[in-house]
T-cell receptor
C-alpha cells in the first residue's frame, strides 16, 4: 500500500463524453503526476502538478487537462473521449524523486 | 524524441541472478528509475540513479552510465514472486518521465 488512492476503480464511457478521474496523494506529498498505460505498454506521462501548478507536460492534446487542490489531491479531466483513450490511468505522488503510484482507474471508451 | 529500449521478455531460474538492460536517448537527462509492476497492479519504485555507478538495495542493484545512455537492473537470489514486468524510466529536465515498454520476467522453479 502506497497511501495513494484513485477513484473510480473502473469506468465505462461513450465516445465524445467527458470524464473526471481523481487522485489523493500520500500525506505530505506536494507533487502529483498522471500517466496513461495501454495494455502491454509502459506508462505514458500526461502531466505533473506541483503545488497547484502544472509543472511539466507530455505529448497529450489539450483535451487532457488537470487540477491540483490545496490539499495536493488532483483531478484528470478528459474531454471528447476517443476509443483510443481506453487505458489504465495512473497517478503518482512524490515529495522527492521517488514516486508512489496509486492503483489506477481502468477507463473503457465504447 | 526519446527512445527507451529494453528486452521484451526474459526467463530465469529461482535462486539465480538476472540482469535487465535498458538503453536510452534523451535531450536532457535528469535521472533514471526502475519500477516493478505485477500484472494488474500499479508500478512500485525499485531504484533511482542520477550519477554514474552502482546503487545497491538488498537483492536489487541498478547501474547507470550516462555517457553510454545505459542502465541495468540486477536481481540476485531470484524468488518466484520476482516474476513481474520491470520498467525502465528516464526523467528529462522538464519533469517529463518516459517509460520503456517493460521487460516481462518469468522466474521458473
Amino acid at each position: 500500500e502506497t497511501g495513494v488512492t484513485q477513484s473510480p476503480t473502473h469506468l465505462i464511457k461513450t465516445r465524445g463524453q467527458q470524464v473526471t478521474l481523481r487522485c489523493s496523494s500520500q500525506s505530505g506529498h506536494n507533487t502529483v503526476s498522471w500517466y496513461q498505460q495501454a495494455l502491454g505498454q509502459g506508462p505514458q506521462f500526461i502531466f505533473q502538478y506541483y503545488r497547484e501548478e502544472e509543472n511539466g507536460r507530455g505529448n497529450f492534446p489539450p483535451r487532457f487537462s488537470g487540477l491540483q487542490f490545496p490539499n495536493y489531491s488532483s483531478e484528470l479531466n478528459v474531454n471528447a473521449l476517443e476509443l483510443d483513450d481506453s487505458a489504465l490511468y495512473l497517478c503518482a505522488s512524490s515529495l522527492t524523486s521517488e514516486q508512489y503510484f496509486g492503483p489506477g482507474t481502468r477507463l473503457t471508451v465504447t | 524524441g526519446q527512445n527507451i529500449d529494453q528486452p521484451t521478455e526474459m526467463t530465469a531460474t529461482e535462486g539465480a541472478i538476472v540482469q535487465i538492460n535498458c538503453t536510452y536517448q534523451t535531450s536532457g537527462f535528469n535521472g533514471l528509475f526502475w519500477y516493478q509492476q505485477h500484472a494488474g497492479e500499479a508500478p512500485t519504485f525499485l531504484s533511482y540513479n542520477v550519477l554514474d555507478g552502482l546503487e545497491e538495495k538488498g537483492r536489487f542493484s541498478s547501474f547507470l552510465s550516462r555517457s553510454k545512455g545505459y542502465s541495468y537492473l540486477l536481481l540476485k537470489e531470484l524468488q518466484m514472486k520476482d516474476s513481474a514486468s520491470y520498467l525502465c524510466a528516464v526523467r528529462e529536465g522538464n519533469n517529463d518521465m518516459r517509460f520503456g515498454a517493460g521487460t516481462r520476467l518469468t522466474v521458473k522453479p
